[in-house]
């Protein structure tokens, strides 16, 4: 019983820090374009992430529970659960400090961790090539919101051209919520399912990835709560920290965060969609000239990045090894 409750506390705290890290930086940024509804951000962004896992399948939440470590032997879901506690504390302490960090990096992190601390096998090589797409796609996000945006000033104005900007923006944000929920988003997915899966069947490996609609429809109210908790906060980091967004800068941003993301998740691999938001930012102000970005935000974000692997690994090693020791 205590571990259910524990697990079922940890995946309600999970999703609730998800909203409030990954929900406000979707919602906010697609705020930041003029006249664009925020009932109709969070609407589409609630709508296409519940929907989204049952049209294109839950590969990536596998990753999580399959790839990373031997999680289905005995003692894996405890495992899991140290890796998800030392992510939300790692998390929650950066961006205590005002550096704002990656939750997929660090329960990557933390769970690698944990598995190798708790003597579970650890398969490095399916670790190392999602830490490596990982680290490619902000990559590919720079470069695709640095050509989007020089692209987008060659395009000629016209009468209805803040139509066609307005159209392209709603295109560009409905895509890239269905991103999220086909890739960073379904960390929570797997998170909740071995939460399920315990309170089923006890503490032992964790099991396979189901999405009951019940649970799916809580998941996402409390994704949408805690996205509300701290919308203001991220939407101004991501307008004044970052850059001075313009409407083409916030479309060429979500169409390149978009590519990323979608390229990774042809591969089976997590990547942040924070990151990936961030770098297309960053890159398509950057196709207006280096002074449109303000580097000091820059460097603040990528400090925390560093920071957030090696910290969440050497953590989720310790609480393995405590695991052991019980």
Known sequence: MGWTLAFAAVAILFVLVSGANDGATLIGLGLRFPRFPGWAAAAILVVVLFAVPYLLGVTVARTFTERLAGLGTSGGAAAFLVGVVVAVAVVAVLTGRGLPTSLTLAVIGGIGGAGLGAGLPVSWTDLGAVLAIGACAPMAGLVLGYLLGAVSRRVPSYRRMSRLVSGTHLLAYTAQCAAYALNDGQKMIAVVSVAVGVGRGGLGGVGPIEVPP???????????????????????????GLVITRPLHIVSAEAAATGAVLGSSALGSPVSMTQ?????????????????????????????????????????????LALRLM
């Open 214 to 240: 019940a649970w799916m429809a809580a998941l996402v109210a409390l994704f949408l709560a805690g996205a509300l908790t701290s919308l203001i906060r991220v939407g101004g980091r991501l307008g004044r």
């Open 276 to 320: 990936s938001i961030t770098a297309g930012v960053v890159g398509s102000a950057a196709s207006e000239g280096m002074r449109r970005v303000r580097w000091q935000g820059v460097v603040n974000v990528g400090t925390a990045w560093l920071v957030t692997l090696p910290s969440s690994m050497a953590l989720g090693c310790l609480g393995g």
